[in-house]
């Protein structure tokens, strides 16, 4: 469970397993809240934070900052229409995926072909962004990079990455960044706005035979507190135990950190 020395923490709090053992049941799962620049760090105990992994949909905050840093995207309400033909609907698609998005409303339900026809116009200019802020492997090849294994990021920087946001140190433009912050907003946990995107996906190759990995990632600002940013992921041998359970396992181990309750 060793950080990196960009988010060193002074203080290390171990959160043990066995309260939350029914939550957890079979699946192996990692997570990580710091706060502010990582005074402090919260780890549930057992964490594999240095292992990386498909984003799935949590690319979808990166993405859309290096778009509208780019001019790719114009803001929240750029509209993008669904191209049926060329973005044929599949079986496992929600429903809400079949018709036409703003950049907002495709980022809420992470409409993936909305991010696909987006990434084809970024192209070639990923590789620099990513490797400016040490986004995982820092791969951004064609149009489904963030789902196929071409990119993995791991726990720690997908942490890092968010905590360098909130901190407004990924150099990209204010309007940018002011624009992902806005369209993050995911509800509260324990009274506390939350900016966060969930992601899941199969672990190997392109098939859904399982096992499936999933995330919630995302930042916290408590009042007279420092930034609480964190970064959950799970896997399981069935789509239905990832279905969700990043959100919900995260509230859990977040309401005591927000509460100074541990």
């Not at 240095?50 to 949590?58: E, L, S, V």
């Not at 907003?185 to 996906?201: L, P, T």
């Not at 995302?218 to 992921?233: D, E, H, I, V």
């Amino acid at each position: 469970m060793a950080l990196p020395a960009s988010l060193r923490a002074q203080e290390r709090r171990v959160i043990a397993r066995a309260p939350h053992q029914s939550w957890l049941g079979r699946r192996t799962v990692s997570f990580l809240c710091i706060e502010g620049a990582g005074s402090v760090a919260h780890i549930l105990e057992g964490s594999d934070l240095g292992a990386r992994h498909r984003p799935y949909g949590t690319f979808d905050i990166a993405n859309a900052l290096i778009a509208l840093d780019l001019g790719v995207e114009s803001g929240a309400q750029g509209a993008r229409e669904w191209d049926r033909f060329r973005r044929p609907s599949a079986p496992h698609w929600p429903g809400i995926w079949r018709r036409d998005h703003t950049l907002a409303s495709a980022f809420a339900a992470s409409v993936l072909w909305y991010f696909q026809d987006m990434a084809v116009e970024v192209g070639d200019a990923y590789a620099a962004y990513l490797r400016r802020w040490g986004y995982g492997t820092a791969q951004g090849q064609g149009d489904a990079f963030w789902m196929d294994g071409t990119l993995e990021v791991s726990v720690t920087e997908q942490v890092g990455f968010l905590a360098a946001l909130g901190a407004g140190a990924l150099n990209v433009s204010i309007d940018a960044s002011e624009t992902v912050i806005a369209i993050a907003q995911d509800g509260s946990i324990a009274g506390v706005d939350v900016h966060g995107v969930s992601g899941a996906g199969p672990v190997y190759g392109r098939g859904f035979g399982g096992p499936y990995g999933g995330w919630y990632v995302g930042w916290m600002q408590p009042p007279g507190r420092a930034q609480l940013t964190f970064a959950l992921y799970v896997e399981a041998m069935t789509y239905r135990e990832i279905d969700g359970y990043g959100r919900a396992m995260s509230e859990r181990l977040l309401a005591p950190i927000v509460s100074n309750t541990l």
